[in-house]
């Protein structure tokens, strides 16, 4: 598949929206945790909390860069990755972030040399070899990285919200125009229990405001656990009372 956006047009789906924001988020995290902790700025990398310090700027800084690298999308669909002109980063942030994308190409997802080897060495013969160390992010450079995070998180819920609120209008124009095609696709109980009661027409006239419910349901879904299992089970209850009315 061609490197480009989804599209070629910076729209994605509803889905692949939520992929890209489970990374950011998970970023976020990380960002958050390390400046918690405040270690200090110089830390035995062979400690314990030197390791911990290792894992989780090693965490952060692939989990920042994982959706603006080409992951592979379904089948029959464009490869997708976020490009930079979609949120609006100041000049020192367009550096720093290029920074950061090169840290994780030349020292955490691969091992290039240049991240290792001193320049003007000799590692042609057999003695004792120097290798230069990877230097975590400073405190600075964290703080500036989670701000930038939260751009790329605002903007992807921003696309997200719109493209629900569409999908939504939709379902309302397919309901008001009679077209039960998309709501008898979309759940399998549909084939299976027909079209429901005799007097089901009578009642459509509900169904916007079920589809505004469902979509509540969606939104709660990524709160607290309890209230998300609760979300879960009430719109499969609902999409089973649509399925035998549509």
């Given at each position: 598949?061609?490197?480009?956006?989804?599209?070629?047009?910076?729209?994605?789906?509803?889905s692949?929206?939520?992929?890209?924001?489970?990374?950011?988020?998970?970023?976020?995290?990380?960002?958050?945790?390390?400046l918690?902790?405040?270690?200090?700025?110089?830390?035995?990398?062979?400690?314990?909390?030197?390791?911990?310090?290792?894992?989780?700027?090693?965490?952060?800084?692939?989990?920042?860069?994982?959706?603006?690298?080409?992951?592979?999308?379904?089948a029959?669909?464009?490869?997708?990755?976020?490009?930079?002109?979609?949120?609006?980063?100041?000049?020192?942030?367009?550096?720093?972030?290029?920074?950061?994308?090169?840290?994780?190409?030349?020292?955490?997802?691969?091992?290039?040399?240049?991240?290792?080897?001193?320049?003007?060495?000799?590692?042609?013969?057999?003695?004792?070899?120097?290798?230069k160390?990877?230097?975590?992010?400073?405190?600075?450079?964290?703080?500036?990285?989670?701000?930038?995070?939260?751009?790329?998180?605002?903007?992807l819920?921003?696309?997200?919200?719109?493209?629900?609120?569409?999908?939504?209008?939709?379902?309302?124009?397919?309901?008001?125009?009679?077209?039960?095609?998309?709501l008898?696709?979309?759940?399998?109980?549909?084939?299976?229990?027909?079209?429901?009661?005799?007097?089901?027409?009578?009642?459509?006239?509900?169904?916007?405001?079920?589809?505004?419910?469902?979509?509540?349901?969606?939104?709660?879904?990524?709160?607290?656990?309890?209230?998300?299992?609760?979300?879960?089970?009430?719109?499969?209850?609902?999409?089973?009372?649509?399925?035998?009315?549509?």
């Amino acid at each position: 598949m061609k490197d480009v956006s989804q599209g070629q047009n910076n729209n994605f789906r509803l889905s692949r929206l939520n992929l890209f924001l489970f990374d950011p988020r998970q970023a976020r995290r990380f960002a958050q945790y390390i400046l918690k902790r405040k270690w200090p700025k110089v830390l035995d990398p062979q400690s314990r909390l030197g390791l911990v310090r290792e894992a989780f700027n090693t965490s952060l800084i692939v989990s920042y860069c994982r959706p603006l690298h080409r992951s592979k999308d379904r089948a029959g669909l464009w490869d997708a990755r976020l490009k930079l002109d979609l949120v609006e980063l100041s000049s020192a942030e367009r550096s720093f972030h290029q920074k950061v994308l090169d840290k994780r190409d030349q020292a955490y997802a691969h091992s290039d040399a240049i991240t290792r080897e001193i320049a003007g060495w000799d590692y042609s013969g057999s003695t004792i070899q120097f290798y230069k160390g990877i230097n975590p992010l400073m405190e600075v450079e964290i703080r500036m990285l989670a701000a930038m995070i939260g751009k790329w998180i605002t903007h992807l819920e921003e696309q997200r919200s719109v493209l629900k609120k569409s999908s939504l209008v939709q379902n309302h124009q397919a309901v008001a125009t009679g077209s039960n095609t998309q709501l008898e696709c979309s759940h399998p109980v549909a084939t299976a229990r027909g079209s429901g009661p005799k007097d089901s027409r009578t009642r459509r006239h509900w169904l916007p405001e079920w589809l505004d419910f469902l979509n509540w349901c969606d939104v709660v879904q990524t709160s607290s656990t309890t209230t998300s299992l609760w979300a879960l089970k009430l719109r499969r209850f609902m999409l089973n009372y649509i399925v035998l009315i549509a």
